[in-house]
């Protein structure tokens, strides 16, 4: 990584490239520090206090802005929630379906609806906030001008980070919401460390103080060796290519191969299971509604902070409810990115067959138990790596945000920013020796 970065800064483009997401990124930080008008920094600190883990999904991901109601609060989260819901709805509603096939121009108008459905998200989130916080103390003299107030900051600064994201993408390095997200999670990484340091390693013995270092350390690695398999394996399936007759040359024959990610969903099932098993929590924290009796029990057994803890084993039921919702989700994230029917059918008319398995249905019937088992055993990693941090929260009480979709996030954003910068430095290579 070291001698990419080092090899990119030589060339003029790639190194004007990396400077300006640098000084994006600088404008991100600076933004998240900037409080919203009219809002009562003490009561949140008293507030968020008050919650355990309700929003520590929302905070991770934010890089601290919720939690300071900074502009940026709402983050980029409305834009991930958009473009999940386009990609969706490219399936149901035929015309989006033909804008997705229909090269640069149809991309462009998909990318068009995907901001008008972000602001509009973010319009709907800060309006719920501004009430739910509002009423219960965050804005002083709670009235329609302060919270219309609240409403377009937090509005406007998700819809600014939607602009940075693009920026990057398109001046920068590439990956721009991805990058935005990964700077907000790495932000946080320094207080949550400090944290392990003073929950295990401060005022203990040099020998007890050592040894839980070394196993703080070797999680930390280890989940990201995890995340890095996952990440690189692939299933390649051959495809061999018939001869054919083009005048009065033979044509084709050539073999290939179709790379099937493991991990194919990405952190996408992870996101979605941690987002609903925290909606009762943030609801119940909005509305005071009581915590005892059954629904507190069920709140508790959604909340990661009591799995795997041994004084409380029965809690831990949320975990299988957990596990359930990632694989579940896994498959059906997956299903929709990837059709075994046209693929099966591009094949056939393209001329291709994998060895062994004839054209057509078989094809498609045999892609599909492929694919039914690399995603089962993708979801199940995915699983591993997420529940690791977990574990360890649980049974020795190591709270912090940085968890295991934190990790998978930012290894999955820096390998591909590296391989977007490796692929730069290819090209502008070509055109250097074609210029020769």
């Not at 991100?28 to 008293?46: K, M, T």
């Not at 040894?211 to 390649?236: E, N, Q, Y």
């Amino acid at each position: 990584m070291l001698t990419t970065l080092r090899n990119a800064f030589r060339v003029k483009d790639l190194r004007n490239r990396i400077l300006f997401t640098f000084l994006m990124l600088l404008v991100i930080r600076f933004g998240s520090q900037l409080p919203v008008p009219g809002v009562d920094r003490d009561y949140l600190v008293s507030f968020f206090s008050q919650q355990g883990d309700a929003f520590n999904f929302f905070s991770a991901f934010t890089g601290g802005s919720f939690e300071n109601m900074s502009i940026f609060a709402l983050n980029i989260t409305p834009y991930i929630t958009s473009s999940i819901i386009i990609q969706l709805l490219t399936i149901a509603i035929p015309a989006l379906e033909e804008m997705q096939k229909d090269g640069e121009d149809g991309r462009k108008k998909l990318s068009a609806i995907t901001r008008y459905v972000t602001v509009g998200l973010a319009l709907m989130e800060s309006c719920a906030m501004t009430i739910g916080f509002g009423r219960q103390g965050l804005i002083p003299n709670f009235n329609f001008l302060s919270g219309l107030t609240v409403v377009v900051a937090l509005t406007a600064g998700s819809a600014f980070l939607m602009w940075v994201g693009e920026r990057i993408t398109e001046k920068g390095v590439g990956n721009g919401i991805s990058i935005v997200l990964m700077i907000n999670i790495l932000s946080r990484v320094p207080a949550d460390l400090f944290s392990l340091y003073e929950s295990f390693i401060s005022g203990k013995s040099l020998a007890k103080g050592g040894l839980a270092a070394l196993i703080i350390l070797a999680i930390i690695i280890l989940t990201i060796v995890l995340v890095i398999l996952l990440s690189d394996a692939t299933r390649r399936i051959p495809v061999q290519y018939a001869k054919k007759m083009q005048g009065r040359k033979m044509v084709g024959g050539q073999s290939t191969f179709i790379p099937l990610k493991v991990n194919t969903a990405g952190v996408i099932p992870v996101i979605f299971a941690s987002s609903l098993m925290s909606i009762p929590s943030m609801i119940a924290s909005f509305t005071k509604i009581s915590t005892d009796g059954i629904g507190g029990k069920i709140i508790s057994a959604l909340s990661q902070n009591n799995w795997f803890n041994p004084s409380r084993p029965v809690y831990s039921i949320g975990l299988v409810l957990y596990i359930a919702m990632i694989i579940g989700f896994a498959y059906f994230y997956t299903s929709i990115t990837f059709n075994p029917i046209e693929v099966a059918d591009n094949m056939k008319k393209q001329g291709g067959f994998i060895p062994g398995i004839r054209p057509g249905k078989p094809t498609t019937d045999y892609l599909n138990r492929i694919l039914n088992y690399i995603v089962l055993i993708g979801a199940l990693g995915l699983t591993i790596v997420v529940l690791i941090p977990i574990f360890f929260n649980g049974v020795f009480g190591a709270y912090v945000s940085f968890g295991g979709t934190s990790i998978i996030i930012i290894v999955g954003v820096v390998l591909e920013t590296i391989q977007q910068i490796e692929s730069q430095m290819v090209v502008r290579n070509y055109k250097g020796f074609l210029s020769e």
